[in-house]
């Protein structure tokens, strides 16, 4: 499988007024655009981009019970994924539609159909379809989805998770999530105090160093930076450290440079590593155990 450049997620919070229904952020969607045109024109356009969902699906997810689904797959339960999917494939038109007028060569791939869940759990992921978009020069825009579950009729197959999947699959040289702020804080943002978080080291037990404080909106039905974080974490550990994970804010020059080097300087965001023992480091040696 070739590798891909960079895995790029655009999150929710950044494209949309998180408390407005279906408000996109019309500047961030430009700015993602531009971002992703200036990786193309500088030879390091072999990138997937996944965006959240933010104000889009949340609302609709969250009214039918669709996180949590049911056994008996009620009528409800099929109005409300038909309600979300609807709601989360107009933001992705508008992301790829964006990138498309920017001169992207953008696809919009909507996990539904072919990403199935167990249990909440990936027991079916789409990869070919990214796979032969990639290999014929264009981009897949992945979206946050609601899927079909075998156990409870359906769940919600968040963009954190699928990133997580990509990264196995695709070893991209880098994953860096766009975010509305600056990167990781000791504590949520909003919070007197919270310092920015330039770096964590993440134990081979996926524990980190600093510890983080995170929050949620009460509408997320996918557990906000928390699972971000896990995320980012599971990559670092699962790639043996060989995929750096960064975290910085769309809208800024930082951007650019982070997605091409994978360099981030003091106060311009965050920066996850693997901490080095000396098992890690016989494993780095010998490539990517996941
Ligand atoms: P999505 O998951 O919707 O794609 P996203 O990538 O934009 O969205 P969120 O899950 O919304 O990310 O997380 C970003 C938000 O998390 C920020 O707006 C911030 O207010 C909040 N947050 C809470 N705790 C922290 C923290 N310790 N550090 C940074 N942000 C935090
Ligand atoms: C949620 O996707 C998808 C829905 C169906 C609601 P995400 O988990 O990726 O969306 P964000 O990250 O919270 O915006």
Redesign the pocket.
């Known amino acids: 499988m070739a590798a891909a450049d960079c895995v790029l ?1 655009l ?4 494209l949309t007024h ?1 408390g407005r229904r279906e408000s996109a952020r019309d500047g961030a969607l430009r700015s993602a655009a531009g971002l992703v045109r200036e990786l193309c024109a500088a030879g390091a356009g072999r990138c997937i981009v996944v ?4 104000s889009f699906g949340h609302f609709q997810a969250k009214a039918h019970g669709l996180a949590s689904g049911s056994p008996t797959n009620s009528e409800s339960l099929r109005q409300g994924l038909c309600l979300t999917r609807i709601s989360v494939t107009k933001l992705n038109h508008m992301v790829t539609e964006q990138l498309v007028m920017c001169g992207v060569p953008a696809v919009g791939i909507s996990p539904f159909g072919a990403w199935r869940t167990a249990g909440r759990k990936i027991t079916q992921a789409g990869i070919a379809a990214i796979r032969d978009s990639l290999e014929a020069g264009y981009i897949p825009v992945l979206h ?1 989805d609601c899927v079909l579950d075998s156990e409870q009729h359906c769940s919600i197959l968040s ?2 998770t699928i990133i997580e999947v990509l990264s196995r699959e695709f070893s991209p040289k880098r994953v860096v ?1 766009l ?3 600056d990167g ?7 919070t007197p105090g919270a310092t920015l978080v330039d770096s964590i080291a993440v134990n081979a037990d996926g524990s980190i160093d600093p510890p ?5 909106l009460p509408h ?1 039905v ?1 557990g ?2 928390a699972l ?1 974080l896990q995320t980012a974490i599971n990559i670092v550990t699962q790639s043996n450290g060989s995929i750096p994970v960064l975290i910085c804010k769309l809208e800024s020059e930082v951007a650019k440079r982070a997605c091409l080097t994978g360099e981030l300087r003091t106060g311009e965001g965050t920066k996850l590593f693997l901490r080095q023992t000396e098992e890690t480091t016989s494993v780095i040696a010998s490539g990517w155990a996941g």
């Open positions: 997620k999150g929710g919070s950044a998180k965006h959240g969902a933010g946050g963009g954190d999530f975010t509305d702020v990781i804080y000791d504590r949520p943002p909003d983080v404080l995170t929050s949620a997320d996918t906000g930076l971000k």
